[in-house]
């Protein structure tokens, strides 16, 4: 018997069914849409924290997205990886060298 049992997204799956029609769908999602987004980062060249290197971020709290220098793993609520399009998106003062691919 299914107990409950959480997706990635958060979302609460509470019967065989939606667990079938989950199966089914991921089933049927062709293998390159399965992938996970490649993830960039930007380091600040020539700046560290105690010899460690120090990279922008953005901020997912309240309505303004901020890129300020902080270390790599500062809090939750900060974001330090981005996709492809949030790179492009983001301000042009980025030098495009400061970007490399997390893997």
């Known amino acids: 018997m299914l107990n409950e049992m959480s997706m990635s997204g ?16 991921y ?4 293998l390159a849409e399965r992938e996970e987004p490649k993830k960039y980062r930007a380091r600040i060249p020539e700046i560290s924290y105690l010899g460690e ?9 309240g309505e303004f997205d901020t ?4 270390e790599d793993d500062y809090e939750e609520k900060i ?6 399009q949030e790179k ?3 301000p042009s ?9 997390v893997k």
């Open 79 to 84: 974001k330090f990886e981005f996709t492809k």
């Open 67 to 70: 890129y300020p220098f902080v």
């Open 27 to 30: 089933a049927r999602t062709p």
């Open 53 to 61: 290197p120090l990279f922008l971020r953005k901020s997912i709290i």
């Open 88 to 90: 492009s998106d983001a």
């Open 10 to 25: 958060g979302e609460q799956i509470t019967n065989e069914t939606e667990l079938f029609d989950l199966i089914v769908e």
């Open 93 to 101: 003062w980025i030098q495009p060298e400061w970007w490399e691919e």
